[in-house]
């Protein structure tokens, strides 16, 4: 049965870096979890998605960022622990929000990213993020 498992997050400073990821389990070559995403939703605010990874039928991996994040933030992928990860840097008090990681089989790379919430069957259980000035 697929799932999706995330850890990481917790509190920093302006400035100051944290990781996340993201294991997809249970996934098959008919439903594969070929796209993973990771979105944030801050109360009040729409949830939004800052970073996608399409992983190609030849392995060729594909990211895209919400430019709000463009160049502080990086997802990759372990392919050995089927890992997905998303690297934080230079994180600002606008970053606070709960983050989540969503995985599901995308045929196209430009379809990922999109990164359109309403797509994703598979959800990770959310971690906090929280910046403070």
């Known amino acids: 049965q697929e799932q999706v498992v995330q850890s990481g997050g917790g509190s920093v400073q302006t400035g100051g870096s944290l990781t996340l990821a993201c294991v997809a389990s249970?996934?098959?070559?008919?439903?594969?979890?070929?796209?993973v995403v990771w979105f944030r939703q801050a109360p009040g605010l729409q949830r939004e998605g800052v970073a996608s990874?399409?992983?190609?039928?030849?392995?060729?991996?594909?990211?895209d960022y919400a430019d709000s994040v463009k160049g502080r933030f990086t997802i990759s992928r372990d392919t050995a622990n089927n890992t997905v990860y998303l690297e934080m840097n230079n994180l600002k008090p606008e970053d606070t929000a709960m983050y989540y990681c969503?995985?599901?089989?995308?045929?196209?790379?430009?379809?990922?990213?999109?990164?359109?919430?309403?797509?994703?069957?598979?959800w990770g259980q959310g971690t906090q993020v929280t910046v403070s000035s």
């Open positions: 990874l399409h992983t190609g039928v030849v392995g060729t991996d594909n990211t």
């Open positions: 969503a995985a599901d089989d995308f045929t196209a790379a430009v379809g990922c990213a999109r990164r359109d919430a309403r797509l994703f069957g598979f």
């Open positions: 249970g996934f098959t070559r008919w439903r594969p979890a070929n796209c």
